[in-house]
């Protein structure tokens, strides 16, 4: 089942643009010209992009009914108005905020990210390397010999972690933060001693990984 | 609002100050008389109330007098008449001992006697009880000669009342006491007067004082009560327009905070439209078979275009930033954290550019008092100048350094052609200018050591 897109701008040339370029990428989309009718649109939607000047209704306040109604799904800004004010206003409850002129490359990438993360997978495993994921089933395997790869709770959380933010450098403080709950302070070590096992169980080579990569000094990625 | 020059001389301070002046300079030639005059005019009063209170209270002057007088009147007078006339005193002064004694020294005393008296006078006896005025110290003696002279050989008489009916007349201490006092009394009248006057100019100017220094709620001075409509007067007035001033200015400048930031808002709407549209093309022209030559066009058309783009971006960020409209919150915070998660979101960009990212905040947290997002924005800011204009270095590092002595530092490295290189995307250099501001509002201080090897950029407390 492809992913659904709700997609709201007034502007025609840049909403036909859009709206065909996600088609063209696999997605199914929905696109009002208008705040209008986007509540029951949205209610099958497994994303939301969202204008802010729009006619009616703007797209903050559009975005915060949305936000109510439908808690889980993620809604990505999408607007020509890039002072703080403005994306500090969004991101009070929308997931992302992009501004305009942007590429629809990265347009795309957020949209996965968001998607990954809001948990709306999909049933097609993700292939890493020689690894296969089903997220859905939590069950990581060797592609070439269907071998369940058994991880602890850790290192689970951690690979998955990674997984929904597919292709972002996660710093150090904010993989350790997301997976143990406590302020970091100092978490270095644990958080290396864990990443140092779990390479050894899902990397060929765990002294040159390929599937977990450091960003020295920073933190960790994980490659699409 | 109208004001008037200058205050009506009546109102004014300065009348009223004339007015004490004036007293003051009067005080010598007029007070001082009157004084006098209030002196003798309670001196009088109290005589007249004295007697008042008790009718047989006499005066010694008075007495004197009047037995001279009388003893004038009896000149050539026969013995009933002058007997007649001593009876009338007798009734008057009934305490007092009156007699007369005739010029062969026979005593003629009005009984009731009193007081035993010679039955006949010798010359000596008259010449002393005259010069003594009387035999006795208790006792207050007048002796007349009758027809009030020697040479009327009528003999003559005399009058002696006890001192305890005597009015204790104003003496000339006491009256010069009651002087002194009424001078003392005009002083201090004439102090309180002075007193009063400055104490109230002083009020005022205290009051208008404090509703300066002292802001109302909302951050401006409170309006005053405007009293008398003299010069202070004038001034609580003007104060009280200048207060209505800085508050219509002040309801003003929130408009035009609240203008301004919907003219950039929808400035940056207006341009980033268009923008995306010609992008969209752009991006639609790219997919299709293009000569190399149209092909390069196209992707320096997509340079422009971001250039153009973040150029937008730093110009209103720049209009809110010099015109104070750039809200920014400080508080403290590790930014090695920031720092860690704009360069992971700058990354792949890096490596995209071929920049090689030697990146080195391992160890101690940094805790500045910044702000986040102003603190993000002056890393991207720096971040886009290496891509734009440093690429060529192929590098980038970040670190922290201390050195002994001085606050540690986040370092920013490049090995660029250095910042007086040409380049061929140099702008006005808005992204420094911003990057300068926002620090200078978090209290941060930037140096750069740019050279043609590359440029170090040093940002610390």
Same mark, same amino acid.
């Given at each position: 089942?492809?992913?659904?897109?709700?997609?709201?701008?007034?502007?025609?040339?840049?909403?036909?643009?859009?709206?065909?370029?996600?088609?063209?990428?696999?997605?199914?989309?929905?696109?009002?010209?208008?705040?209008?009718?986007?509540?029951?649109?949205?209610?099958?939607?497994?994303?939301?992009?969202?204008?802010?000047?729009?006619?009616?209704?703007?797209?903050?306040?559009?975005?915060?009914?949305?936000?109510?109604?439908?808690?889980?799904?993620?809604?990505?800004?999408?607007?020509?108005?890039?002072?703080?004010?403005?994306?500090?206003?969004?991101?009070?409850?929308?997931?992302?905020?992009?501004?305009?002129?942007?590429?629809?490359?990265?347009?795309?990438?957020?949209?996965?990210?968001?998607?990954?993360?809001?948990?709306?997978?999909?049933?097609?495993?993700?292939?890493?390397?020689?690894?296969?994921?089903?997220?859905?089933?939590?069950?990581?395997?060797?592609?070439?010999?269907?071998?369940?790869?058994?991880?602890?709770?850790?290192?689970?959380?951690?690979?998955?972690?990674?997984?929904?933010?597919?292709?972002?450098?996660?710093?150090?403080?904010?993989?350790?933060?997301?997976?143990?709950?406590?302020?970091?302070?100092?978490?270095?070590?644990?958080?290396?001693?864990?990443?140092?096992?779990?390479?050894?169980?899902?990397?060929?080579?765990?002294?040159?990984?390929?599937?977990?990569?450091?960003?020295?000094?920073?933190?960790?990625?994980?490659?699409? | 609002?109208?004001?008037?020059?200058?205050?009506?001389?009546?109102?004014?301070?300065?009348?009223?100050?004339?007015?004490? +002046?004036?007293?003051?300079?009067?005080?010598?030639?007029?007070?001082?008389?009157?004084?006098?005059?209030?002196?003798?005019?309670?001196?009088?009063?109290?005589?007249?109330?004295?007697?008042?209170?008790?009718?047989?209270?006499?005066?010694?002057?008075?007495?004197?007098?009047?037995?001279?007088?009388?003893?004038?009147?009896?000149?050539?007078?026969?013995?009933?008449?002058?007997?007649?006339?001593?009876?009338?005193?007798?009734?008057?002064?009934?305490?007092?001992?009156?007699?007369?004694?005739?010029?062969?020294?026979?005593?003629?005393?009005?009984?009731?006697?009193?007081?035993?008296?010679?039955?006949?006078?010798?010359?000596?006896?008259?010449?002393?009880?005259?010069?003594?005025?009387?035999?006795?110290?208790?006792?207050?003696?007048?002796?007349?000669?009758?027809?009030?002279?020697?040479?009327?050989?009528?003999?003559?008489?005399?009058?002696?009342?006890?001192?305890?009916?005597?009015?204790?007349?104003?003496?000339?201490?006491?009256?010069?006491?009651?002087?002194?006092?009424?001078?003392?009394?005009?002083?201090?009248?004439?102090?309180?007067?002075?007193?009063?006057?400055?104490?109230?100019?002083?009020?005022?100017?205290?009051?208008?004082?404090?509703?300066?220094?002292?802001?109302?709620?909302?951050?401006?001075?409170?309006?005053?009560?405007?009293?008398?409509?003299?010069?202070?007067?004038?001034?609580?007035?003007?104060?009280?327009?200048?207060?209505?001033?800085?508050?219509?200015?002040?309801?003003?400048?929130?408009?035009?905070?609240?203008?301004?930031?919907?003219?950039?808002?929808?400035?940056?709407?207006?341009?980033?439209?268009?923008?995306?549209?010609?992008?969209?093309?752009?991006?639609?022209?790219?997919?299709?078979?293009?000569?190399?030559?149209?092909?390069?066009?196209?992707?320096?058309?997509?340079?422009?275009?971001?250039?153009?783009?973040?150029?937008?971006?730093?110009?209103?960020?720049?209009?809110?930033?010099?015109?104070?409209?750039?809200?920014?919150?400080?508080?403290?915070?590790?930014?090695?954290?920031?720092?860690?998660?704009?360069?992971?979101?700058?990354?792949?960009?890096?490596?995209?550019?071929?920049?090689?990212?030697?990146?080195?905040?391992?160890?101690?947290?940094?805790?500045?008092?910044?702000?986040?997002?102003?603190?993000?924005?002056?890393?991207?800011?720096?971040?886009?100048?290496?891509?734009?204009?440093?690429?060529?270095?192929?590098?980038?590092?970040?670190?922290?350094?201390?050195?002994?002595?001085?606050?540690?530092?986040? +370092?920013?490295?490049?090995?660029?052609?250095?910042?007086?290189?040409?380049?061929?995307?140099?702008?006005?250099?808005?992204?420094?200018?911003?990057?300068?501001?926002?620090?200078?509002?978090?209290?941060?201080?930037?140096?750069?050591?740019?050279?043609?090897?590359?440029?170090?950029?040093?940002?610390?407390?």
């Amino acid at each position: 089942m492809a992913i659904q897109l709700l997609y709201v701008e007034d502007d025609p040339e840049i909403g036909s643009w859009v709206s065909q370029d996600l088609k063209d990428r696999g997605y199914e989309v929905k696109w009002l010209k208008s705040g209008e009718g986007a509540l029951d649109a949205a209610a099958d939607a497994h994303l939301i992009i969202l204008d802010v000047m729009l006619p009616g209704l703007d797209g903050f306040t559009v975005g915060q009914r949305l936000k109510r109604n439908y808690p889980q799904t993620p809604i990505l800004m999408l607007s020509a108005r890039s002072s703080i004010d403005d994306k500090l206003q969004g991101l009070q409850f929308a997931d992302d905020y992009l501004t305009k002129p942007f590429h629809p490359d990265e347009l795309t990438a957020r949209i996965e990210v968001l998607i990954r993360r809001s948990g709306s997978l999909s049933d097609l495993p993700l292939e890493l390397g020689h690894l296969r994921v089903y997220e859905r089933e939590n069950r990581i395997e060797h592609k070439d010999t269907g071998e369940e790869i058994i991880l602890t709770g850790k290192q689970f959380q951690i690979f998955m972690y990674l997984i929904r933010h597919l292709g972002q450098i996660m710093t150090k403080e904010q993989i350790y933060e997301a997976v143990w709950g406590d302020p970091y302070l100092d978490g270095d070590k644990t958080l290396m001693v864990h990443i140092r096992y779990l390479r050894e169980k899902i990397e060929l080579d765990p002294a040159e990984p390929k599937i977990i990569e450091t960003i020295r000094g920073i933190g960790y990625r994980v490659r699409a | 609002m109208k004001f008037r020059r200058f205050p009506k001389f009546r109102s004014s301070l300065l009348s009223r100050y004339f007015l004490i +002046v004036l007293a003051a300079l009067l005080f010598v030639p007029v007070v001082i008389p009157l004084s006098f005059l209030a002196t003798w005019l309670m001196n009088s009063v109290v005589t007249t109330s004295q007697e008042k209170a008790n009718p047989n209270y006499i005066n010694s002057g008075y007495l004197t007098a009047n037995w001279h007088d009388a003893a004038k009147q009896l000149a050539d007078a026969s013995p009933d008449k002058i007997n007649q006339r001593l009876k009338e005193y007798k009734k008057k002064y009934p305490f007092a001992t009156i007699f007369w004694v005739d010029h062969s020294g026979e005593t003629h005393q009005l009984p009731p006697v009193l007081r035993k008296l010679p039955v006949q006078w010798s010359l000596e006896d008259t010449i002393q009880y005259m010069k003594k005025g009387g035999s006795d110290d208790n006792f207050f003696t007048v002796v007349a000669f009758i027809g009030d002279s020697p040479n009327k050989r009528q003999g003559f008489m005399g009058i002696e009342v006890p001192r305890s009916y005597f009015i204790k007349g104003a003496s000339d201490s006491s009256s010069f006491s009651l002087f002194g006092i009424t001078l003392l009394l005009l002083f201090a009248f004439f102090a309180g007067l002075s007193y009063l006057f400055f104490r109230d100019i002083r009020k005022r100017l205290l009051t208008l004082e404090s509703a300066m220094h002292f802001p109302g709620e909302d951050g401006l001075p409170q309006k005053i009560h405007t009293g008398k409509a003299d010069e202070i007067g004038m001034l609580e007035q003007s104060f009280n327009y200048m207060v209505d001033q800085l508050r219509e200015s002040r309801i003003r400048e929130v408009e035009e905070e609240h203008l301004r930031k919907r003219l950039v808002s929808n400035l940056s709407h207006d341009l980033r439209t268009p923008l995306t549209v010609i992008g969209s093309h752009l991006y639609s022209l790219k997919k299709e078979n293009l000569s190399e030559q149209g092909s390069q066009s196209l992707t320096l058309m997509q340079d422009k275009m971001r250039d153009l783009d973040h150029l937008i971006d730093h110009l209103l960020s720049y209009n809110l930033l010099t015109s104070g409209k750039y809200a920014i919150h400080p508080k403290s915070q590790d930014i090695l954290r920031i720092v860690r998660e704009s360069a992971a979101a700058w990354y792949p960009l890096w490596e995209r550019e071929g920049l090689e990212p030697d990146i080195d905040l391992d160890g101690e947290s940094l805790i500045w008092p910044v702000d986040e997002q102003a603190f993000r924005r002056v890393l991207d800011n720096l971040f886009q100048n290496i891509v734009r204009h440093a690429k060529s270095g192929r590098y980038i590092g970040l670190s922290v350094e201390c050195s002994p002595g001085r606050p540690a530092e986040l +370092v920013i490295h490049d090995r660029g052609p250095g910042m007086l290189a040409e380049s061929s995307t140099k702008g006005a250099g808005l992204g420094l200018a911003i990057v300068k501001l926002l620090l200078k509002e978090m209290a941060l201080k930037l140096d750069i050591d740019s050279t043609t090897e590359g440029t170090r950029m040093r940002i610390h407390p």
